[in-house]
């Protein structure tokens, strides 16, 4: 096992790794066609190896003159608004004139609190980094934006961001001019923000009341946590209740008795079975299951109208990876290591290697690296040079 955040160890891409990625990225851009619905409203920004955006306020009148710039110089990063403007190259900002925005989520496996990111590092992403930003992506679809805010799956579009996460568009008629305060109180709902338990629960607190609370069919946070305690109940895995930070005690006294949990909670009655602290229990499973979606500000794709995101099916300058648009329906088999892999190659990189983790690519298994030379197939070179971690020989 490496040393607590040994990986920990991004450095600045030098110049002879630049020009050797830049070319590769030409390279894919000829070959490559994006095309963006009314390019022309957009305001776009570009960064190099070492920075998603080094400058911003581009506009282009046509999607050939988009992929011709592309050609051209082989951006590390291609990001555009989630905006339409009026004028998207105009400065400041309010001489663009805005005309409403995308309704985007930014899900990040390193906003999800993995035990396994304080092993490896944020710069890192593991499989279980993979799969847990996955799964995290399919809730928000299917308990949040389809049954709750009522979206259409073919309003819906995902995108791998191209490094460890999913970017998730609605494109929807009425979305498009809710102004920062309507998205915060999406964001807001999504992350439970402000939930009330007692909502759900009248007789809370209440001595010698029967707690009475929500069925599996009721709309909204009250049927998601009756569901949520049902299916984890019927899975009967002691280690996941104490992972969702059960007492072991109650743990064991809740499995002990699940049937009866299970059969009273059907019906709306949570008192089958005596629980000290069942407000703590409750509450804390409430929040498991809202959305975790970064707090920060400048990260907040879904408040922010005016931010700039990966545009889809381009590169990602920090792996290589491209930014690929997901179906729905193929996001639960979706690997980012073998499906987004841009330059899946025979070919082989002389490198040397400061350190990094063992990871899986192509159907190839790389590492763990410390401080050695390799030759590698070009994908897996190019994604350890990208992460910082390798250096041509
Ligand atoms: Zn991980």
Redesign the pocket.
């Known amino acids: 096992m490496p040393r607590r955040g040994a990986y920990e160890v991004k450095s600045m891409i030098e110049q002879k790794e630049i020009e050797f990625a830049g070319s590769l990225f030409k390279k894919y851009y000829a070959g490559a066609r994006i095309d963006i619905e009314k390019v022309g409203e957009k305001e776009f920004g570009f960064g190099d190896f070492n920075n998603k955006i080094s400058f911003r306020h581009f506009a282009f009148k046509t999607n050939e003159d988009f992929n011709a710039y592309l050609k051209q110089n082989g951006p590390g990063f291609v990001s555009f608004s989630s905006a339409f403007y009026m004028h998207p190259a105009a400065r400041p900002m309010p001489n663009k004139i805005w005309n409403g925005s995308e309704l985007i989520f930014d899900l990040d496996?390193n906003d999800l609190g993995?035990?396994?990111?304080k092993?490896?590092g944020g710069s890192?992403?593991?499989?279980?980094?993979?799969d847990?930003v996955r799964r995290e992506t399919l809730r928000l679809i299917e308990e949040f934006l389809i049954p709750d805010f009522g979206f259409s799956k073919n309003e819906i579009s995902i995108n791998f961001s191209g490094n460890?996460g999913y970017h998730v568009h609605v494109d929807n008629g009425d979305v498009l001019g809710l102004g920062s305060d309507a998205r915060k109180q999406i964001s807001g709902y999504i992350k439970a923000e402000g939930l009330d338990l007692e909502a759900f629960f009248p007789s809370l607190g209440q001595r010698g009341q029967v707690l009475h609370g929500p069925a599996p069919g009721d709309f909204g946070y009250g049927g998601k946590l009756a569901r949520f305690v049902i299916s984890m109940l019927n899975r009967e895995d002691i280690g996941e209740l104490l992972a969702m930070g059960i007492e072991k005690q109650v743990a064991k006294k809740l499995l002990a008795n699940k049937t009866d949990i299970i059969m009273g909670i059907t019906t709306g009655n949570w008192d089958k079975v005596n629980l000290q602290k069942k407000r703590e229990i409750w509450k804390n499973l409430l929040q498991k299951i809202a959305i975790r979606q970064s707090n920060s500000i400048d990260k907040n794709v879904t408040n922010d109208i005016h931010h700039l995101i990966r545009v889809p099916g381009t590169l990602h300058g920090d792996t290589g990876l491209a930014s690929k648009t997901v179906p729905l329906d193929r996001l639960q088999d979706f690997d980012p290591m073998e499906h987004a892999v841009a330059f899946a190659s025979q070919e082989t990189v002389k490198i040397h290697v400061g350190s990094a983790p063992r990871f899986s690519m192509k159907g190839g298994e790389f590492g763990p690296f410390d401080g050695q030379d390799a030759e590698l197939p070009l994908h897996a070179a190019l994604y350890l040079i990208l992460k910082g971690r390798a250096r041509l020989k």
């Not at 993995?114 to 990111?117: A, E, N, P, Q």
């Not at 890192?124 to 993979?130: A, D, E, H, I, Q």
């Open positions: 496996a993995l035990r396994c990111v092993e490896h890192w992403v593991c499989k279980n980094c993979f847990s460890r």
